[in-house]
């Protein structure tokens, strides 16, 4: 099937410092999704893209849709502890409205 | 406003014995998918349902695997004559509409299946 890769599997940061995670696909991507997952937790979702080049922003994190709508990112602004976790993209394959294919996933693990 | 429910949390099952996963989605949620995740690995499709049907089951093994949706109840992922093979976290989650939109997924809290 069509993979989503993640790059970096995982990163190890100290508070402070920045974090990007990016989502990659070799075909368009209709839309995708965000979800961070807690450690011994469930995925939550935080945000769609839709549109070309779109940004959004949550306080300290950044999404971005490439403007070939084939790869995303997400950037984390003076990471706290409270981001550890894992942080996966998430696409919907068909772009019909099934369901819903996650990314590889990016381990942040932050540090004091 | 309660979210997805899932229980058991936890699980024990001896191989060859049955395992029953329930689900009950975020209250007007019509659309159930239930996933599983390996330790330190992503999250896999397994199945798609709606209210007494099962739209998309191309995640499911094809054997002892089965999933339901019923009018009335929770949806029951069900595993039957389980293997070590199958010890994993199982989620379930619910949207409100197909596929992805603005409103994203609400996941449970997962069964956490272990076979001994």
């Known amino acids: 099937g069509q993979q989503v890769m993640q790059i970096p599997q995982y990163q190890h940061v100290q508070e402070g410092e920045d974090f990007t995670t990016y989502c990659n696909s070799s075909?368009?991507?209709?839309?995708i999704q965000w979800y961070k997952q807690r450690p011994g937790g469930h995925p939550v979702f935080l945000i769609q893209l839709v549109k070309s080049g779109e940004v959004k922003k949550q306080k300290r994190l950044t999404f971005q849709f490439g403007e070939a709508k084939k790869n995303s990112s997400l950037h984390i602004t003076a990471t706290q502890t409270t981001d550890v976790g894992t942080y996966f993209c998430a696409r919907d394959p068909t772009g019909t409205a099934s369901k819903l294919t996650f990314g590889t996933g990016t381990r942040l693990q932050v540090t004091l | 406003n309660a979210g997805v429910m899932q229980n058991p949390r936890h699980l024990v099952r001896r191989r060859g014995q049955e395992a029953r996963l329930r689900c009950s989605p975020v209250k007007g949620h019509s659309h159930v998918y239930w996933y599983r995740q390996l330790p330190e690995e992503g999250l896999k499709f397994m199945v798609y349902?709606?209210?007494?049907?099962?739209?998309?089951e191309s995640g499911m093994p094809k054997e002892r695997f089965s999933a339901e949706f019923p009018k009335e109840g929770p949806s029951i992922l069900r595993i039957q004559q389980v293997v070590r093979g199958d010890s994993a976290a199982y989620f379930c989650?619910?949207?409100?509409?197909?596929?992805?939109?603005?409103?994203?997924?609400?996941f449970g809290s997962g069964t956490r299946l272990t076979v001994v």
């Open positions: 989650a619910s949207s409100p509409v197909a596929g992805a939109s603005n409103y994203g997924y609400t």
């Open positions: 349902l709606q209210k007494e049907n099962i739209i998309d």
């Open positions: 075909t368009t991507l209709s839309n």
